[in-house]
């Protein structure tokens, strides 16, 4: 977390972060939300059970039997036209899985966040990015928060997105380190979102509704399954800009703030420190609070922050990293038996043919933790390793 918290304001709340999550949910008010419970997104679900339970809430709560029931609920609930909403972590996540490719499959735009937590074996409830690297192909957009705020504005984001573009999407937030943290957070009101996000009112003939009878995952043989997949492919890619503009409607309504070492802000990434810096660090999730500290210290290193993973914003990448010396990957995720982790192979696929030194740093795999000093010897070091664990 940042060390220069200001005074708690009069709009501000001190929040546990996934209150603040579950705060917010409950002002986009959507109609379903299902939950499983699993650490460590479980404060987030209990909460919102909590709001229903004391009558601030009009959703229906289901609770499911596993994290596959959650997802098929959900599913089925934004088949029927509905704003429908879940979270889970870890193994929830890849239980969850065959239900997501149905969802992206479905074009149903569901909301779930991801609390994100280590993959076992061996068992760790601690956080890293594995969980979510291994569904990044299932075809949902994927937005990462780097702290409290941003995770309440990306949630409000995630709706709208998805919802414009008939596309699910996830936001992840780094277990504990966000979701069981404490921090000043300012909860949008109900008459702000709903300026950005009008009640859902999907058209007759997009969902399933007997006046206007429709099929939805019919069976499809070869030779237009592909155009199918292809479609997604291709709307993903188109999403950016919806992404972009989304971003700075939002802006306009409720105030989002930035790093004041920010030289971009977007909806897929920002740019964070000197714009003449030589070497670019390249991360996502919370620890880049950590490294924007060290950046005050650190005047050629500059930050490239990751908000948006899916689509990967690869076009914009290349154009920062254009006379970069060198680029530092830091990620909390392996792609074991691969050349580099997930963030690393999609920075390198960016850049092809470009001379721009990579070098990936594997961090904070399973909760460990990542300091100022580990991110200033990352800087200095000199290694010919193109792969580094630490």
Same mark, same amino acid.
């Given at each position: &977390? ?8 009069? +709009?501000?709340?001190? /929040?546990? !972060? ?35 339970? #004391? ?39 890849? /239980? &969850? ?22 993959? !076992?074996? %061996? ?9 979510? *690297?291994?569904?990044? #192909?299932? !075809? ?24 414009? /573009?008939?596309? %699910?999407? *996830?936001?992840?937030? #780094? ?32 969902? /399933? +509704? ?24 291709? #709307? ?47 991360? &996502?999730?919370? &620890?880049?609070?950590? =490294? ?24 914009? =990448? ?23 982790? %997930?963030?690393?192979?999609? =920075? ?11 070098? +990936? ?12 000093? *580990? ?16």
């Amino acid at each position: &977390m940042r060390k220069d918290i200001k005074k708690i304001k009069n +709009n501000e709340e001190l /929040l546990e !972060g996934s209150i603040a999550i579950a705060k917010t949910v409950l002002n986009i008010e959507p109609e379903v939300i299902s939950a499983y419970p699993i650490t460590p997104q479980t404060h987030i679900v209990e909460e919102l059970a909590k709001f229903k339970a #004391d009558g601030k809430a009009k959703y229906k709560y289901l609770l499911a039997e596993s994290e596959f029931a959650a997802a098929s609920i959900v599913l089925g609930a934004s088949a029927a036209g509905s704003r429908a909403y879940s979270a889970t972590s870890s193994q929830g996540l890849l /239980l &969850m899985a065959e239900v997501l490719f149905n969802i992206s499959g479905l074009r149903l735009p569901v909301v779930l966040t991801i609390a994100n937590r280590a993959i !076992g074996a %061996p068992i760790n409830i601690w956080n890293d990015h594995s969980d979510a *690297m291994a569904i990044r #192909d299932a !075809g949902w957009i994927m937005l990462f928060a780097s702290d409290h705020q941003e995770a309440v504005n990306q949630h409000v984001l995630a709706f709208k997105i998805a919802e414009s /573009l008939r596309l %699910p999407v *996830m936001v992840n937030v #780094d277990g504990f380190i966000i979701t069981h943290s404490y921090d000043s957070v300012i909860i949008p009101k109900k008459t702000d979102i709903k300026k950005f996000l009008p009640k859902y009112n999907p058209a007759l003939g997009t969902y /399933l +509704n007997p006046k206007k009878p429709i099929t939805i995952g019919a069976f499809f043989t070869p030779d237009k399954y592909w155009i199918e997949r292809k479609t997604i492919q291709r #709307d993903l890619s188109y999403a950016k800009k919806t992404i972009n503009s989304a971003y700075n409607n939002w802006k306009k309504i409720f105030k989002t703030s930035s790093s004041p070492l920010s030289k971009l802000n977007n909806g897929l990434l920002e740019y964070i420190g000197s714009k003449n810096a030589k070497k670019i660090i390249i991360a &996502m999730g919370s &620890m880049c609070s950590t =490294i924007e500290e060290v950046l005050k210290s650190q005047k050629n290193t500059a930050l490239i922050k990751i908000k948006t993973y899916r689509p990967f914003p690869f076009e914009e =990448i290349k154009e920062i990293l254009k006379n970069k010396e060198q680029v530092f990957i830091l990620e909390k995720s392996i792609a074991p038996g691969s050349q580099g982790g %997930p963030l690393f192979l999609d =920075i390198a696929s960016s850049i092809q043919n470009e001379k721009i030194k990579l070098t +990936n740093y594997i961090v904070g795999l399973g909760g460990k933790d990542i300091s100022e000093k *580990m991110i200033i010897e990352i800087i200095n070091k000199k290694t010919n390793k193109t792969i580094n664990f630490l």
